[in-house]
């Protein structure tokens, strides 16, 4: 069965993830690219890989902690700091401020607004508003951090990722003018996750009652991890059937916000994605 590699983009770097190692490429202060692969090392999952629901779980907290280390290695590598200096501490500062900010300001705040505007109109309004919301902050989010010229720069490297994955996925001699030819977006993406995150807590959130509001936010929280679950399956069904029209419809609107969270790279961005991407096939060969 061939690989189906993942990735991420890094400050001035690509990780890519396959079955057994994720390999992290960054471009140093001398113009030189460092590449290490690391075993992701999380085999006491491998029994619950194949539990529906439960799998996405895993698959989240598992791309979280490495999302986390290889963005603070990058981060290291692409200034000319030494690694070494990375501790666990870091790690769980970054991870947790991260995932903290994201349930107050995709999760918490959309509810409280959406609780205040439902005053002038009635509880069970409370759930669209509040989707309406969450999507609508989301993509100001996105359109804001957009203007950060560090931040461009990471949205070129993801669609690098992208684009060498794509380029892997056909066969292709992994060159530039053969990466190029590929779309910034793809199925299989983050920004996809995230989507359907919200459009599934949109219709888990109509079940769980409007009052009280402590029951609502206490909910949001609670409830977190089931819809990522759910949302995990919804993609890899997607991703199965991303020939046919059902596919293709769960998977268009990911892929069009897709165009908010990449950029279009130059040819060193793309030699880093390359060099990440090759060294990810030979590392899993082993």
Not at 44 to 72: M, Q
Not at 114 to 126: D, N
Not at 157 to 181: Q, T
Not at 206 to 212: A, E, I, S, T, Y
């Amino acid at each position: 069965m061939s690989i189906k590699f993942g990735g991420q983009a890094l400050i001035e770097g690509v990780m890519i993830r396959g079955r057994q190692y994720n390999t992290v490429a960054v471009r140093c202060p001398d113009g030189s690219i460092n590449i290490k692969s690391d075993s992701i090392g999380w085999k006491w999952t491998s029994p619950y890989r194949k539990i529906p629901f439960l799998r996405g779980i895993l698959v989240l907290a598992e791309t979280l902690y490495i999302g986390t280390k290889s963005l603070l290695y990058s981060s290291a590598v692409s200034t000319g700091e030494s690694s070494d200096s990375i501790r666990s501490s870091d790690m769980i500062i970054v991870l947790t401020l991260s995932i903290s900010i994201a349930i107050i300001v995709f999760f918490l705040t959309p509810l409280f607004a959406a609780s205040f505007i439902s005053r002038f109109l009635s509880p069970m309004w409370i759930p669209l508003i509040e989707g309406v919301l969450r999507v609508s902050f989301f993509i100001i989010y996105l359109l804001l951090i957009r203007k950060s010229k560090d931040v461009r720069r990471v949205f070129q490297y993801h669609a690098a990722e992208h684009m060498s994955i794509h380029a892997h996925e056909h066969d292709e001699d992994l060159i530039p003018s053969n990466v190029r030819k590929y779309a910034f977006a793809h199925p299989r993406c983050g920004t996809a996750f995230l989507l359907i995150v919200f459009i599934i807590s949109f219709i888990v959130f109509n079940f769980v009652g409007h009052d009280p509001l402590w029951w609502m936010f206490l909910s949001r929280i609670v409830l977190i991890l089931p819809i990522a679950g759910c949302s995990y399956e919804l993609i890899h069904f997607a991703a199965l059937n991303s020939s046919n029209l059902i596919g293709r419809f769960i998977n268009k609107p990911s892929l069009a916000l897709q165009s908010l969270t990449t950029d279009y790279p130059d040819d060193a961005q793309i030699e880093v994605a390359i060099a990440a991407m090759m060294h990810a096939r030979e590392v899993e060969k082993r």
